[in-house]
């Protein structure tokens, strides 16, 4: 009998490439770093690092205050208030647009891929009408990610200073310990996160009930999700090599164009070959992205049908809200 994971991803793998119309909504929806085992890597590699600012820089932004502020009149100091409140205030607008549309992006990509049947899956604008009325329990569900994994992160942060400050092999040990616990956690959660996810969009479960049925799903089938998470990141790292692969492949007749253009002293042909090397690049790069983004929500989705739906009320439950089109998540 072949492992789970193996008709779950060759599943995963023809959807997400059939699917090419939802691949910008997967790039939409991997803004914020949940939902595959790509982030658990980059949380892993940029979370567990120290924050740490210059002293030399803190210094010199107060050195060029001070100097600055009694050459200030009240005027200037009232209109340069009002600059920094507009450049603060439409950061953080674009920045919540930016969330926002990446939490809306996971709800529709959840559900596209969920009431998928067949070769028969909802439009783009029914999915994404899902996604944006499930807003606030995804937000909800995100915001709980990031708490448990700062959390997490602040835990190995103590560890990390304790063996900064004593250099002992004890302590040492303390902080790989609170690395590895960091790791198991995060995966955990992402994992618990993205099956929670599909128990709001697909079974129409409240935000703790979605938690419970993840938790309880990832504690009965963990080998079953690790071994999938470890595919992933294989296939990921795959996905990235072969970007890489592709662009020196298309950089070699580009790089002869960039010499033509020095012989001949082509400005414009100089630019042209330039313009297209990025070009080049940046679609490979999106395309790439949105395939294997989509491919993680694929699988995670897959999967939880897979194992989540083992009894027969779970699947009528599915059903009668995808033939009923009701997709009210509670709470939202």
């Given at each position: ?149 700062l959390s997490v992160r602040g835990l190995m942060t103590i560890a ?173």
């Amino acid at each position: 009998m072949e492992p789970v994971y193996r008709p779950v991803l060759r599943d995963a793998f023809r959807v997400a490439w059939e699917e090419k119309r939802y691949w910008w909504v997967a790039l939409l929806a991997g803004i914020t770093l949940t939902g595959s085992v790509y982030d658990i890597g980059f949380r892993v590699l940029n979370m567990s690092a120290v924050p740490r600012v210059s002293g030399d820089t803190w210094g010199m932004l107060w050195t060029r205050a001070v100097v600055a502020w009694p050459t200030l009149t009240l005027g200037d100091t009232i209109l340069g208030g009002m600059k920094v409140f507009q450049i603060i205030a439409v950061f953080f607008l674009v920045l919540f647009t930016a969330w926002a549309l990446s939490l809306i992006a996971q709800g529709a990509l959840v559900y596209a891929l969920g009431a998928r049947r067949g070769a028969r899956s909802p439009n783009v604008k029914d999915a994404l009408t899902v996604g944006a009325r499930a807003l606030w329990p995804i937000l909800v569900l995100n915001l709980f990610v990031m708490i448990v994994l700062l959390s997490v992160r602040g835990l190995m942060t103590i560890a990390l200073s304790g063996a900064i400050q004593n250099t002992t092999a004890l302590s040492y040990l303390a902080y790989i310990v609170a690395f590895l616990a960091f790791v198991v956690v995060a995966a955990a959660v992402i994992m618990i996160q993205v099956f929670a996810l599909n128990a709001m969009i697909l079974q129409g479960a409240t935000l703790a009930q979605a938690l419970d049925r993840a938790a309880r799903l990832l504690a009965d089938h963990w080998v079953v999700a690790v071994e999938t998470a470890a595919i992933l990141f294989v296939i990921t790292a795959g996905a990235s090599v072969l970007v890489i692969a592709v662009n020196m492949l298309v950089g070699v007749p580009l790089f002869l164009l960039a010499i033509i253009s020095l012989v001949f002293q082509s400005k414009a042909l100089m630019l042209l070959t330039i313009y297209t090397a990025v070009a080049i690049f940046v679609a490979a790069m999106l395309a790439v992205a949105g395939f294997v983004i989509q491919l993680h929500y694929a699988t995670w989705t897959i999967l939880y049908r897979k194992l989540g739906e083992g009894g027969v009320l779970p699947k009528i439950h599915r059903w009668v809200r995808w033939f009923t089109h009701s997709t009210h998540v509670p709470g939202a």
